[in-house]
């Protein structure tokens, strides 16, 4: 398992289990799976309706709540102070635990800047280890930094954000890594937006190599340092993708492979546009480029 690290020297697992469509019984028995699969870092939402499911899963699995990172965030209906603390004791009953490892301000609200006072809080309770954003780009990142700078605030720790091999937020990114902060990927597989199981360059590269396309697809965001949590309901893909940090290759592999282009919008659905047209990475690239990216693969 590869791991990446927190400003504090924290770490977590760069490969972890996305659990947006997982609901009731049924759900809890593919969360079991996944953990007894080697996952170790789960990222739920109260947007998604299942934290209850999440905690009942990690109780059964049989492992100490030390083991397995936990991620949660607050969405519209707690955007504010006061609400904001309120959703934190509502996450933390859901789950059934004293703490999550990772909270996040689910989507730039506009009262982001009062739930980010509320986060800081609880991270001082010991209600959560790391805080954090998710969906922070363009001039809603930079006005979120610039005003944390102004209070006094601590910066988030984590920005999770859509990103995958056709749109790798290369802008964004950098902001991140100049602030020392992680980034994560909610949308490692565009979310069935694009055909990456079937991509032809990715199928090339992992015939090549003796490995899946999913695999590529992860392994190409892993080597750019961004964290992924795909959501990924077919058993037997799960410890696949879990080895997509540990492949081996050299980069004569990645030679003499068709052009392929990333997309310069977001597949997923969110209107980025309102955010900032500066986030978009529009540059056409071949596979010719991976080898200054995919340097141990």
């Known amino acids: 398992m590869q791991y990446l690290t927190f400003s504090n020297g924290d770490s977590f697992p760069m490969v972890g289990f996305g659990t947006w469509d997982v609901r009731g019984v049924s759900g809890e028995r593919v969360l079991l799976d996944a953990l007894d699969a080697g996952y170790r870092l789960l990222d739920t939402a109260h947007m998604y309706g299942n934290e209850r499911v ?72 010991g209600k959560t280890r790391h805080i954090g954003v998710s969906n922070f780009q363009g001039r809603y990142l930079a006005d979120f930094l610039a005003w944390c700078d102004a209070e006094g605030l601590p910066q988030p720790e984590l920005d999770q954000i859509e990103a995958h091999v056709y749109w790798t937020q290369e802008e964004t990114r950098g902001v991140l890594a100049r602030r020392g902060i992680a980034c994560q990927a909610w949308a490692p597989f565009t979310e069935g937006r694009r055909r990456v199981f079937d991509d032809p360059t990715l199928t090339q590269v992992g015939e090549r190599q003796g490995k899946t396309s999913a695999q590529v697809a992860l392994r ?14 077919i058993a037997c893909a799960w410890k696949k993708t879990l080895t997509s940090s540990t492949l081996n290759s050299t980069q004569k592999a990645w030679l003499g492979l068709p052009g392929w282009t990333r997309d310069a ?22 596979l010719r480029c991976l080898d200054s990216m995919l340097t141990s693969w």
Do not use: N
């Open 220 to 233: 190409y965001l892993l080597q750019l340092g961004i964290a992924v949590v795909p959501s990924c309901r």
């Open 265 to 286: 919008r977001s597949l997923v659905g969110i209107d980025l546009a309102v955010m900032s047209r500066r986030s978009y990475c529009s540059c056409g690239i071949t």
């Open 54 to 125: 999440v905690g009942k899963a990690l109780r059964a699995s049989g492992l100490s709540r030390e083991e397995v990172f936990v991620t949660t965030k607050l969405d519209r209906p707690y955007a504010g102070y006061r609400k904001a603390h309120a959703g934190v004791d509502h996450s933390l009953g859901e789950l059934g635990t004293d703490y999550v490892d990772l909270l996040l301000i689910h989507e730039p609200y506009a009262q982001a800047r009062d739930m980010w006072r509320a986060l800081v809080e609880a991270r001082d309770q």
